[in-house]
């Protein structure tokens, strides 16, 4: 089974600053995809960014990027001149490659993210 | 397109009663995904299908069961509620990627559904 671990339950950064998100997984796959999710007081799940495992280039997503670490397994979520609307949950996910899992996603138990003013 | 809904948005249910969770998409898609949300946690996955009348269990099935007789429909059934099913039931739905290069399965959530069991 994969794991994903996020290792930050709780963040603050002030507006217009950077902010990085941390995310490590473990599998045993080779083919997968990661994601991370925003899921603000609305509770809306919102896909942010993903990457997938076979493209070395980190993906960007306007102020959002990744650093993706394949063999680190680690995936983290940096967020440039962080706007007040970006306070939120964050959950990174991974999924596998294969039909056999439904292709559903497994997540990590999220980090949450104030902006201040 | 109105994408993925659910209903109810909340529900409280007393221990034992019994209640099924809407869930309907308009977007085509194959695959579609129960996820339950406990307080400061991720979503896990309850149940899943890939398409009209196939279902396969997730990792917490306990307690519920699914059925699938439409592409659009995929609802979730919870035949004697407990305190341990009070979550954030999430419904979702995805075509499955086929193949790498192709536009990948994006998967659409719902908005939701509270349930409290007293």
């Known amino acids: 089974a994969q794991t994903v671990t996020q290792s930050q339950p709780e963040m603050s950064v002030q507006e217009a600053e950077t902010v990085t998100l941390s995310c490590t997984y473990d599998?045993?796959?080779?083919?997968?995809?990661l994601f991370w999710y925003k899921q603000p007081p609305s509770r809306q799940m919102i896909l942010v960014i993903r990457?997938?495992?076979?493209?070395?280039q980190n993906a960007t997503e306007n102020r959002f990027s990744v650093n993706f670490q394949k063999a680190a397994k680690s995936f983290s979520l940096k967020i440039s001149d962080s706007q007040l609307g970006d306070t939120a949950m964050y959950f990174c996910a991974f999924m596998k490659r294969s039909s056999n899992s439904g292709y559903a996603l497994n997540f990590g138990k999220g980090t949450s993210l104030l902006v201040t003013p | 397109n109105a994408g993925v809904t659910q209903t109810p948005k909340f529900r409280i249910l007393k221990i034992g009663q019994s209640m099924t969770l809407q869930c309907a998409q308009d977007?085509?898609?194959?695959?579609m995904y129960w996820y339950r949300q406990d307080p400061g946690m991720g979503l896990k996955l309850i149940y899943y299908?890939?398409?009209?009348?196939?279902?396969d269990k997730g990792e917490v099935p306990n307690g519920y069961n699914v059925s699938r007789s439409t592409t659009e429909d995929f609802p979730l059934r919870l035949e004697l509620a407990a305190p341990s099913q009070t979550s954030v039931y999430f419904c979702?739905?995805?075509?499955?990627?086929?193949?790498?290069?192709?536009?990948?399965?994006?998967?659409?959530f719902g908005p939701g559904t509270r349930l409290t069991v007293l």
């Open positions: 299908s890939v398409g009209a009348g196939i279902t």
């Open positions: 979702a739905s995805s075509y499955p990627p086929v193949k790498a290069g192709e536009t990948y399965n994006e998967q659409f």
């Open positions: 599998t045993s796959e080779n083919n997968y995809y």
């Open positions: 990457q997938e495992a076979y493209k070395q």
């Open positions: 977007m085509n898609h194959n695959y």
